[in-house]
C-alpha cells in the first residue's frame, strides 16, 4: 500500500499526458510541440500542488519517471495518433482519468503532510485541473474547468471522499476505488448529460 500513491500519480501522469498530446495532435503541432503540451499537462497541477505544501524539488521535476512517463505518452500519441484520436471522445476520456487520479493523489499527499481537512480538498482539486488549465492556456483555449459540465466539482468530490476516509481511519484501498470511481463517473455523466453549475448571463 505504500507504492499506491506513486502509482496512482504515475497514472495519472500517464493520461494526463495523453489527454495533452492529444488536444496537441488535433491542433496540428509537432513533435517538440506535442511533447511540451504532454509534459505540461500531466505535471502542472502536481508541481502547483507541491509548490504549496512545501514539497522542493517538486516530484515532477526531482524524479525521472515523471518526465519519462510524459514523454512516453507523447511520443506513443504522435506516431499513433490516427488510432488514439478515432476512440470516441478520447481525449475527454483521458481527461476524465486524469482529473480522478490527480484529485485522489493530490489530497492524499496534503494529508501526509499535515493539512487541515479543507485545505487538503482544496489542494486535491488544485492538483486535478492545473494540468487541464496549463493545457487549454496553451492552446488559447477558455480553460476546461471555466466552461465544463462539473469538472472541478468532481475533483472536489474525489478530494472530500479522501479526505474523510483518512480521517476516520478506513482502508485506504476502498476509499481510493470509491474516490476514483466517483470522480471519474461524475464527469463521464456530467459530459453525457449535460450536467453544469449554473451559467453567468450578461445583462445589457
Not at 476509499?175 to 449535460?194: D, Y
Amino acid at each position: 500500500m505504500e507504492a499506491l500513491p506513486l502509482v496512482l500519480d504515475l497514472a495519472g501522469t500517464f493520461v494526463f499526458a495523453l489527454s495533452g498530446a492529444l488536444a496537441g495532435v488535433k491542433r496540428k503541432l509537432d513533435l517538440f510541440g506535442i511533447l511540451v503540451l504532454s509534459f505540461a499537462a500531466a505535471n502542472s497541477g502536481g508541481i502547483t500542488r507541491d509548490l504549496l505544501i512545501g514539497v522542493v524539488p517538486p516530484g515532477a521535476i526531482a524524479d525521472w519517471r515523471y518526465l519519462g512517463v510524459s514523454l512516453l505518452a507523447g511520443v506513443i500519441t504522435f506516431f499513433f495518433s490516427s488510432l488514439i484520436v478515432r476512440m470516441s471522445n478520447a481525449v475527454l476520456i483521458f481527461d476524465a482519468a486524469g482529473l480522478a487520479l490527480f484529485a485522489v493523489t493530490g489530497a492524499s499527499k496534503a494529508m501526509a503532510h499535515g493539512l487541515n481537512p479543507l485545505m487538503a480538498i482544496v489542494l486535491g482539486m488544485v492538483t486535478g485541473i492545473g494540468g487541464g488549465m496549463v493545457r487549454d492556456v496553451l492552446l488559447a483555449e477558455i480553460p476546461t474547468v471555466l466552461r465544463a459540465e462539473l469538472y472541478a466539482v468532481a475533483a472536489l468530490a474525489a478530494a472530500a471522499i479522501v479526505v474523510v476516509g483518512h480521517m476516520l481511519q478506513l482502508p485506504v484501498a476502498p476509499v481510493t476505488a470509491v474516490a476514483l470511481i466517483s470522480c471519474f463517473s461524475l464527469r463521464v455523466m456530467a459530459m453525457k448529460r449535460g450536467w453544469r453549475l449554473p451559467i453567468a448571463k450578461f445583462m445589457e
